[in-house]
């Protein structure tokens, strides 16, 4: 037996643009809003599939470094220049983490500056 990843926590300022943003990005939906301002957002088919939700839980607490954690993501239906055209269109911009221009990903941030990369292959 193991563990698997259930959920993923991300403060932010504003989850509900958040969630607006990660759901387009990730094609989810909103699952469950709480009193506190926290947004579930996960695949159609909800909690405990194969994909792990994610909560964006209100944060006021000023973030004074880089996460030391970041959401890689995959094309599902179009080619890697094509879904990186998607995302900035969705509100993502290009971030220079020190990168030489080899890569095969992409490093963008979300609205509230929180990295993520476009990888280059494709899933299903």
């Given amino acids: 037996?193991?563990?698997r990843i259930s959920e993923l926590v991300l403060d932010c300022r504003d989850p509900q643009r958040l969630a607006t943003f990660w759901c387009a990005v990730l094609d989810f939906v909103v699952l469950h809003t709480d009193e506190d301002g926290s947004v579930e957002i996960g695949p159609r088919e909800?909690?405990?599939g194969l994909q792990p939700t994610l909560i964006l839980s209100p944060s006021t607490d000023p973030r004074v470094a880089k996460l030391p954690l970041h959401i890689d993501?995959?094309?599902?239906?179009?080619d890697q220049d094509?879904?990186?055209?998607r995302l900035?269109?969705?509100g993502a911009r290009p971030v220079d983490i020190g990168q030489t221009g080899e890569e095969s990903w992409h490093c963008l941030a979300d609205p509230e500056g929180n990295e993520f990369c476009l990888l280059r292959?494709?899933?299903s």
């Fill in 88 to 90: 900035l269109a969705l």
């Fill in 46 to 48: 909800g909690f405990g």
């Fill in 121 to 123: 292959a494709r899933l």
């Fill in 1 to 3: 037996m193991a563990s």
């Fill in 82 to 85: 094509a879904e990186l055209e």
């Fill in 73 to 78: 993501v995959n094309a599902t239906d179009r």
